[in-house]
């Protein structure tokens, strides 16, 4: 596996360096940027079609640094020299276990209060270059597409924290058992609570912004769903845990073409180093040969598929809220047949055993299902 991107470099190049980037969080990383790329598409489009409309927005310009500025900048220069000089300085301990070095309390004070300092310096002096004897109001015309950096930065920090909180209500034991230990952690995120902190913050965002949210999220589903295939690439070259449960089958003949790993996978040298055959016994799973269903590779490839069935059809949906209606169906469907295969906690919900993701996944659907009659019936009563 390649808990590391150079770790994959190395494999590729028969090299030997070492680069404190998590491969999960490089394919995070890419998954942003892929997203933000289709959403500007959408976004574009939508204005072209009238749904979005640009507004004037009043900017002040010429006024010296106000207090909030210089101190988010000082806060900002702060909190990343902490890290850096820290991390410079104890390089192999970084490479080690990046994850718990960033996240943990450690870091060089002298560091912290230098950056600081030039990043505070920096934005009086850029202040103080563009100041005018008397500050100007002036009106800027701010296109919807513009704010897509913004909604990608706001799904970002909503999406993680949204992430963190649905992985520690899932495991309840376990943030009693070890709350520092848990909340800290990197590890442990729900793929639906970031969806739904994240695309929340979003739409409030829009709103307050005076766009029209429905048009908004049609706009950004298939970048959705595009990006949550490519982190899901990050799960499975990473080896995240995200596997499924064991797999002692032989490969049907009709798939003889595949790669082994594609049927079954052990994931040697996962970034969590767990030995699969051992984590089953501990889990009381039966297992002979060790390996697990690669289900991070299934959901890339149902996200791939579905991200293409709904860039391809987006521009015959002429309905607002049909496209956040159909991710949702699709959502739902992908996720309820891959949790067949997954290990996780079940739930007792009306006497039958689910996941949360189960749950999640079957409202989804049936809220998609409800959306696409709501909408094309509210749409068609208002052209009549």
């Keep these: 596996m390649f808990p590391f991107l150079s770790d994959l470099i190395n494999y590729l190049f028969g090299t030997s360096i070492m680069l404190p980037f998590p491969m999960f969080g490089f394919m995070v990383a890419l998954a942003f940027i892929a997203a933000h790329y289709f959403f500007v598409l959408e976004m574009k489009r939508k204005e072209q079609l009238g749904l979005l409309s640009p507004f004037n927005e009043t900017v002040v310009k010429g006024a010296k640094a106000s207090v909030m500025e210089l101190a988010s900048n000082a806060l900002f220069g702060f909190i990343l020299g902490f890290k850096l000089l820290e991390a410079v300085l104890h390089y192999d301990e970084l490479t ?40 100007q109001k002036v009106v800027e ?3 919807p597409f513009q704010l897509v950096g913004t909604m990608t930065f706001i799904a970002a920090i909503g999406g993680i924290l949204g992430a963190k909180l649905f992985d520690m209500v899932e495991d309840l034991p376990r943030l009693i058992e070890h709350p520092i230990d ?7 995120l729900s ?15 829009a709103r307050k912004k005076g766009l029209k949210p429905i048009h908004v999220a049609d706009a950004c589903m298939p970048a959705l769903m595009m990006a949550y295939g490519i982190g899901r690439i990050g799960c499975q070259l990473s080896g995240d845990g995200d ?23 052990d994931y040697p040298g996962n970034v969590l180093g767990i030995n699969l055959q051992e984590d089953f016994t501990r889990m009381g799973l039966v297992s002979i040969t060790g390996k697990a269903w690669p289900t991070p590779f299934y959901e890339t490839v149902m996200a791939l598929i ?31 047949i891959i949790e067949q295969i997954r290990i996780n906690p079940k739930y007792d919900v009306f006497g ?3 996941t949360q993701a189960e749950i999640i996944a079957t ?14 019936k509210k749409h068609k009563q208002s052209i009549v």
């Excluded at 639906?192 to 409030?204: H, R």
């Excluded at 987006?314 to 959502?331: D, E, Q, T």
């Excluded at 409202?363 to 094309?376: A, E, I, M, N």
Aim: hydrophobic share 50%; no cysteine.
């Design 306 to 336: 579905i991200f293409g069935i709904l860039w391809g059809f987006r521009k015959k949906i002429h309905v607002p809220g049909v496209m956040l209606s159909l991710y949702l169906i699709f959502n739902g469907i992908e996720r309820l």
């Design 243 to 265: 596997w499924g449960m064991p797999n002692d089958a032989p490969m049907p003949q009709w798939l003889s073409f595949l790669p082994d790993w594609m049927w079954a996978f």
């Design 363 to 376: 409202l989804f659907l049936l809220l998609g299902l409800f959306g696409v009659y709501y909408f094309t």
């Design 141 to 143: 015309k701010v296109h």
């Design 96 to 135: 080690a276990n990046p994850q718990t070095f960033i996240l943990s309390a450690r870091g060089n004070w002298l560091g912290g209060l230098l950056l600081a300092a030039i990043l505070t310096y920096l934005k009086y002096r850029e202040a103080e270059k563009n100041r005018l004897p008397e500050p």
């Design 182 to 188: 848990t909340i800290m952690s990197g590890s442990g």
């Design 191 to 205: 793929i639906y609570g970031g969806l739904i902190v994240g695309g929340g913050s979003v739409l409030y965002y």
């Design 352 to 354: 039958l055993a689910a």
